[in-house]
C-alpha cells in the first residue's frame, strides 16, 4: 500500500514538474523567474 502511494505521488509530481517546465518555455518573457526556480529541482 505504501508503495503504490509513493508511486501515485511521484507520478503527481513528475507530472506538475513537467507542466511547470512547460508553462516556464512558453512564458519566458513574461516570468523569466520560473526558469531559474524550475532548474533548482
Known sequence: M???A???F???VGYLTLLLLSF???FTHI???HISW???L
Do not use: D
Open 2 to 4: 505504501v508503495t503504490v
Open 6 to 8: 509513493l508511486l501515485r
Open 10 to 12: 511521484g507520478m503527481i
Open 24 to 26: 516556464s518555455q512558453h
Open 31 to 33: 516570468a523569466p523567474g
Open 38 to 40: 524550475s532548474s533548482t
